[in-house]
């Protein structure tokens, strides 16, 4: 999944009309494909290291190598080297990366296309030849848009297309091979978009943590205060109405996240009722659990058991200042996102034995 940093300076750049280069993982051992680099004429931009010189391995090879506009592929052993510092690749084995220059006209730009997604809410998907055909030629695919392609022969592009399909309704990307054709598969998804039901300031450090990795975020204050946009500034959008309002906005999203937590018990109840009928993927009510549970009694959900629903919100962090509480609760949603089981690994000495 690219980085939603990645994507605004690419978008960034592509606005400016200022020549630059991307770099992208499609082969690896042990770490994760699909990270990406940009590099422009005059400095390097990549989310996952900094402070490392790529002269001698990207800038000095990489513009003089896609003057005509075709692209390369770039080979590191990891975890040597410059390059595998800079993607921040601690894996054993063979890093190979896709690196062309952006803007070639006729050319689809995979970042164009997760910008696209990005704005939004929508999922897309892009097939990469990386090996026995046209190195770097693409099939593309938004969610509710007709597909585009680069590929000539008609049954290598109708098998590029369901890819791209079987991508956007899984979420995971990987390599596939097509005879003697070897492809990266892309699935790009939309970040997710977190609404917080409540104003308080408890709320501003769950914005800033969110926004810092890469989320959208919605506060959704229920009667409009002049302060408000001042306080929560890092926020994508200030929104004023209740859960009912706003119901709509939360099911047009790819994956919503919404927290409860105006802390008025009347005002929480109701947006509770309303949302536990969305597509939320997660909804979350901090407060001691007797309180949810009374609230979910008083809305005739007394036995509701949805997995989707966690009160108290967070994971146990030993958490005690609001930035602690927030940390814990972007963790926990986080987990929710990737199904991931939220436990720590074993430490060295007990990995060893092991």
Request: hydrophobic content about 40%; aromatic content about 4%.
């Amino acid at each position: 999944m690219t980085e939603r940093a990645i994507i605004e300076q690419a978008t960034r750049l592509r606005r400016q009309r200022e020549a630059h280069l991307v770099a992208t993982i499609v082969r690896a051992e042990g770490c994760r494909t699909g990270a990406r680099m940009l590099l422009t004429q005059f400095r390097w931009i990549t989310s996952s290291a900094s402070g490392v010189s790529l002269e001698a391995e990207v800038a000095n090879i990489g513009w003089e190598r896609t003057r005509r506009g075709e692209p390369f592929l770039l080979q590191c052993q990891a975890p040597d080297g410059d390059l595998c510092s800079a993607f921040g690749l601690d894996g054993e084995g063979a890093v190979e990366l896709l690196v062309e220059r952006a803007g070639v006209p006729g050319r689809i730009d995979p970042l164009e296309i997760a910008d696209r997604c990005l704005r939004t809410q929508r999922r897309g998907a892009v097939v990469t030849v990386i090996g026995g055909g046209k190195l770097g030629a693409r099939v593309a695919l938004v969610a509710g848009e007709d597909p585009t392609g680069e590929i000539d022969e008609p049954s290598l592009r109708d098998a590029m297309i369901d890819d791209c399909r079987r991508a956007l309704e899984t979420g995971e990307s990987g390599l596939r091979r097509y005879g003697d054709v070897d492809c990266y598969v892309e699935a790009i998804l939309p970040p997710p978009r977190l609404f917080i039901f409540g104003i308080g300031h408890d709320a501003v450090p769950i914005v800033q943590l969110a926004r810092a990795i890469g989320w959208d975020v919605a506060v959704c204050g229920h009667e409009p205060r002049h302060a408000t946009r001042t306080r929560f500034s890092q926020a994508d959008e200030v929104l004023v109405g209740t859960a009912s309002d706003l119901a709509a906005r939360v099911d047009e999203c790819d994956r919503a996240v919404c927290l409860v937590m105006s802390h008025r018990y009347e005002l929480d109840r109701a947006n509770l009722g309303v949302l536990v009928g969305t597509h939320a993927r997660y909804i979350g009510v901090p407060g001691p659990r007797q309180r949810t549970a009374k609230m979910l009694e008083e809305l005739c959900l007394g036995t509701y058991d949805d997995p989707r629903l966690h009160a108290p919100v967070g994971l146990d962090l030993g958490a005690e200042t609001a930035h602690e509480q927030a940390l814990a609760i972007i963790a926990e949603i986080q987990a929710v996102l990737r199904h991931a089981p939220a436990v720590s690994h074993l430490p060295v000495r007990h990995a060893l034995v092991a």
